[in-house]
DNA sequence: AAGATTTTCAACCGCTATCAG
DNA sequence: CCTGATAGCGGTTGAAAATCT
């Protein structure tokens, strides 16, 4: 039996999944994963895209705008964290769920043994700006630019082929699933600028810090979006809560 | 400086919902 | 309807980072 990756994501495979992802869509995660060369299971392929590599995802601290979202938002539907996320672009389920855990438990107890003065509770003034995960295309960031750019025309055109004909079953007589894997097999590699599937790498256990904003200058132009439509519908039906 | 403690958050688990065949 | 595959959700865990003593 096959015994699956887990643990921390390296760059390498981030970077695998951000390409395979970009040509494949955000469906199908045990397609993709299989696809991908990462030894890991879909699941785990479709959590890591959704909670860190999503490009709309904000990052860093909650604005005291969010927070006092959080809380209302908390009031009315509990640890429904899919469902406050829905409201909150640009932050995660897991992310919005790990905050409440943290701050609010905190604030609840202090609040209990009476700590909790009118000063205290103020906002954090240390709140920075939401840095997007976007792609840094300075010239010192360690990319080589034409590379990059290269990298994105293939992809953008083998993106638009796909998703084309993603939505046909069979394609020439072949299941879809076959053809994409053989574009797939081609193309992955010479995107991510190997030769083979790199097993060394799939063995690594060296796990990486923070958001790897280079990954999207591999990745090709954005055709996905955050389901704005689904989310803007959603916020049309309860805008009383503003 | 070093060890202990606390906080943070990425990742996993188990379960349910949905959908196609 | 039934079944299997897949997606998604909420709860939990544990390693790393931050803070405290």
Same mark, same amino acid.
């Given at each position: 039996?096959?015994?699956r990756r887990r643990?921390?994501?390296?760059?390498?495979e981030?970077?695998?999944?951000?390409?395979?992802?970009?040509?494949?869509?955000?469906?199908?995660?045990?397609?993709?994963a299989?696809?991908?060369?990462l030894n890991r299971s879909g699941?785990s392929c479709?959590?890591?895209?959704?909670?860190?590599?999503?490009?709309?995802?904000?990052?860093?601290?909650?604005?005291?705008?969010?927070?006092?979202?959080?809380?209302?938002?908390?009031?009315?539907?509990?640890?429904?964290?899919?469902?406050? +996320?829905?409201?909150?672009?640009?932050?995660?389920?897991?992310?919005?769920?790990?905050?409440?855990?943290?701050?609010?438990?905190?604030?609840?107890?202090?609040?209990?043994?009476?700590?909790?003065?009118?000063?205290?509770?103020?906002? =954090?003034?240390?709140?920075?700006?939401?840095?997007?995960?976007? +792609?840094? =295309?300075?010239?010192?960031?360690?990319?080589?630019?034409?590379?990059?750019?290269?990298?994105?025309?293939?992809?953008? $055109?083998?993106?638009?082929?796909?998703?084309?004909?993603?939505?046909?079953?069979?394609?020439?007589?072949?299941?879809?699933?076959?053809?994409?894997?053989?574009?797939?097999?081609?193309?992955?590699?010479?995107?991510?600028?190997?030769?083979?599937?790199?097993?060394?790498? $799939?063995?690594?256990?060296?796990?990486?810090?923070?958001?790897? =904003?280079?990954?999207? $200058?591999?990745?090709?132009?954005?055709?996905?979006?955050?389901?704005?439509?689904?989310?803007?519908?959603?916020?049309?039906?309860?805008?009383?809560?503003?």
């Open positions: 039996m096959l015994l643990g921390p994501w390296t760059e390498e981030d970077m695998q999944l951000v390409c395979t992802v970009s040509m494949l869509g955000d469906r199908r995660w045990d397609f993709i299989q696809v991908s060369g699941k479709r959590l890591r895209w959704v909670n860190y590599l999503h490009p709309g995802l904000k990052r860093g601290r909650m604005s005291p705008q969010e927070e006092s979202l959080v809380i209302k938002l908390h009031a009315r539907w509990g640890n429904r964290w899919s469902r406050i +996320a829905r409201f909150m672009p640009g932050r995660t389920d897991n992310e919005i769920k790990n905050y409440w855990r943290t701050h609010m438990r905190k604030k609840a107890q202090d609040r209990d043994i009476g700590l909790l003065s009118p000063t205290a509770a103020s906002p =954090t003034t240390t709140y920075q700006s939401p840095c997007l995960l976007l +792609a840094d =295309t300075s010239p010192d960031n360690g990319i080589d630019s034409a590379h990059t750019t290269h990298n994105n025309n293939a992809c953008s $055109c083998l993106t638009r082929t796909l998703i084309r004909s993603t939505h046909q079953t069979v394609i020439d007589g072949l299941p879809m699933d076959q053809i994409l894997l053989k574009e797939v097999n081609t193309t992955l590699p010479a995107l991510l600028g190997i030769q083979e599937p790199n097993d060394e790498a $799939c063995n690594n256990n060296t796990p990486y810090s923070p958001p790897t =904003t280079e990954i999207w $200058c591999h990745a090709p132009e954005m055709f996905w979006n955050m389901g704005d439509q689904e989310i803007n519908q959603d916020a049309d039906s309860t805008i009383w809560l503003w």
